[in-house]
């Protein structure tokens, strides 16, 4: 599964229409956009509403460790304005995001190759009006842009707790130098879908990945079934269920299959727990074997 | 994408962070000098990056970050009872690089380490201020490679170079360097120490190739401790862990006679054997890293110091390891 993440609906209206998504209309919090592999959910515009918002989300959801998040908005150059002329409209991927309000900062795990620029990001928790960061504890890695923002390091933080590092991928496209008065909401889309095709075939190439179409496959195989149908049998304790399946996972990797351990079994479910704990036993015994 | 092709990963060392304060130590501008295309990042601590959240072993593995740190005490760690301390009283080790550039499915760094990215300690200066400082009470006995492979890193670190150089200076310390590499060429030029030991860790082609991903071939380690016995240095070699795979007495009878045929067995300094053994809490990391390892499959048991085979094939094997390296020191 992909899910992403922007804080206003113009920014994230391109990809919408582009990803031809649907609005889930049971979700009242939030508004929450799918299609068949993905989720995109409008934050707000904050850190705590971003933080709240991605952690709904991917609880909502039942997010896998092993399922995508992407990041997604716009933000302001912190540079001067010859700079910003040279990098407006980029679209940039952070390497380094620094949590101005809480003085920490976070690294995403920068495993994948894209097609992005590396970018360092500030998130603060007002709009940047232009001029120096008072508390940035570091200097600009020339020829690194330093971009500011408010939701990135907040939006990297919930969703690590949930996903791995490196699954989690924030974006962002330059759209002012402090000057944001001056942005509209169409000034916002039309920014985004100038990088519409980029986007798009960024979010096709993670949503190909086995873990996303894995997302999708709800069947269970054959061994998982006959397992189930063994802890049912034997009436086992969750201590002893989970002692079976790491056994069984192991004997399954050197045998390949299971052939031959249901004609160990009883026949019928075991009607007390001294009979379950010796067929367990047994059974245990098989599964030891090298 | 698939997680198997490499063409979608970042190349390794892609990225370097950096402590903020060795940016300007001597060894981080050398280290610097080899990687002009790779991103710098300044970090406060190295733990920042190292230790996050949810790192995946096995995806990082696949683009391996470095990170340059200065080492805090303890310079020296104790040696553990799992390894061989070849009759030395003060045996003990250094951690001067966390992890390690080859991929080998039983290695234990696999559940020691939250990630796989390869953290170098550049301040080599102040271990060797520690290690003075007890050689002053005395004589030690230090395996400088155990937590990495120092000798693969040779080209980017000179770390070796630098252990020899302060051995020269300390004849009541000996140190032991241990490597899966062929890189002896990068230590050529310098003299044998009488109190430094190269040892190579060797196993059977077959399983050099399927189980020790991007390992040099046993024929090019093989020229490398022949190389080096004949510039006089002394030269342990390690057959361990000895695994117990199918077929594993034909297929370690080949190789004994492969390394019997290719070195002269009489002028090695000695020998070094052992069976896979992991830490208590290392089995199921490495586990969850390969989950379709025949090898990490195999039903262990587990005893006061750590997983292995039962005791029945353990000995097994070890007489037979015994047999073929005679002088051998059993764990």
């Not at chain 1, 969703?159 to 944001?180: E, K, M, Q, T, Y």
């Not at chain 2, 009759?87 to 080790?93: D, K, M, T």
Request: net charge negative.
């Amino acid at each position: 599964m992909l899910f992403i993440t922007v804080s206003m609906l113009s920014e994230a209206r391109p990809i919408i229409d582009f990803k031809e998504m649907k609005r889930i209309p049971q979700e009242t919090r939030y508004q929450i956009f799918q299609n068949e592999n993905t989720y995109l959910i409008v934050t707000g515009v904050g850190g705590t509403k971003a933080m709240m918002a991605v952690t709904y989300l991917l609880t909502r959801f039942q997010a896998k460790k092993t399922d995508f998040l992407l990041s997604f908005g716009t933000c302001a150059l912190i540079r001067s304005a010859e700079e910003f002329k040279a990098v407006r409209g980029g679209i940039f991927q952070a390497g380094r995001i620094y949590n101005l309000p809480f003085q920490r900062a976070c690294y995403p795990d920068l495993l994948y190759r894209t097609p992005f620029c590396e970018a360092d990001l500030v998130t603060l928790p007002s709009i940047y009006r232009g001029g120096a960061v008072p508390g940035l504890p570091f200097a600009i890695r020339d020829p690194i842009p330093l971009l500011a923002e408010m939701e990135a390091a907040f939006v990297y933080e919930a969703a690590n707790a949930f996903l791995f590092a490196h699954h989690i991928f924030v974006l962002r496209i330059v759209s002012d130098d402090g000057d944001c008065d001056a942005l509209t909401k169409q000034t916002v889309r039309g920014l985004v879908a100038e990088h519409g095709g980029e986007i798009a075939s960024f979010i096709e190439w993670i949503e190909e990945t086995d873990a996303v179409k894995q997302g999708k496959s709800e069947d269970k195989n054959i061994e998982q079934a006959l397992l189930d149908e063994i802890i049912y049998s034997l009436r086992l304790t969750s201590c002893q269920q989970n002692e079976l399946i790491r056994l069984a996972g192991n004997y399954l990797v050197r045998k390949k299959t299971f052939d031959g351990i249901m004609s160990a079994m009883p026949k019928a479910r075991v009607k007390t727990k001294r009979e379950g704990k010796e067929q367990y036993e047994r059974l245990r015994q098989i599964f030891l074997e090298p | 994408m698939s997680d198997c092709d490499r063409s979608f990963w970042n190349p390794d060392f892609s990225h370097v962070y950096i402590e903020e304060d060795i940016l300007d130590h001597p060894r981080t501008a050398k280290i610097l000098s080899h990687l002009t295309h790779s991103s710098v990042i300044p970090v406060p601590h190295y733990k920042d990056v190292f230790c996050r959240k949810n790192q995946h072993f096995a995806a990082q593995k696949q683009s391996m970050k470095l990170i340059l740190a200065r080492k805090r005490e303890p310079f020296l760690y104790k040696g553990s009872p799992m390894c061989d301390d070849f009759g030395h009283e003060n045996f003990f080790y250094t951690s001067d690089i966390m992890n390690c550039m080859y991929q080998c499915e039983y290695c234990y760094l696999q559940g020691m380490y939250p990630s796989a990215n390869i953290v170098v300690f550049v301040n080599l200066e102040d271990t060797f201020l520690a290690l003075e400082a007890r050689l002053k009470e005395k004589p030690m006995y230090v395996c400088i490679s155990y937590d990495t492979d120092l000798l693969a890193f040779e080209n980017l670190t000179g770390f070796v170079a630098d252990w020899i150089g302060f051995a020269s200076r300390h004849l009541d310390l000996t140190i032991e360097s241990r490597t899966k590499s062929a890189n002896f060429s990068a230590i050529s030029a310098i003299s044998p120490q009488p109190n430094v030991i190269l040892a190579w860790s060797i196993s059977p082609a077959s399983i050099a190739d399927s189980l020790e991903k991007h390992t040099p071939p046993l024929r090019s380690r093989l020229r490398s401790m022949r190389e080096a016995i004949e510039k006089g240095w002394k030269v342990r070699l390690c057959v361990d862990p000895m695994l117990c795979v199918e077929d594993w007495e034909r297929i370690y009878d080949r190789f004994f006679e492969e390394v019997q045929s290719a070195l002269p067995l009489d002028q090695l300094f000695d020998f070094s054997i052992g069976v896979f053994r992991v830490p208590k809490e290392s089995l199921k990391a490495m586990r969850g890293i390969h989950p379709g390892s025949m090898l990490l499959s195999y039903p262990f048991t587990l005893s006061e110091s750590g997983w292995s085979y039962p005791e029945e094939q353990k000995s097994v094997m070890m007489d037979y390891l015994k047999d073929r390296f005679g002088s051998a020191t059993a764990h």
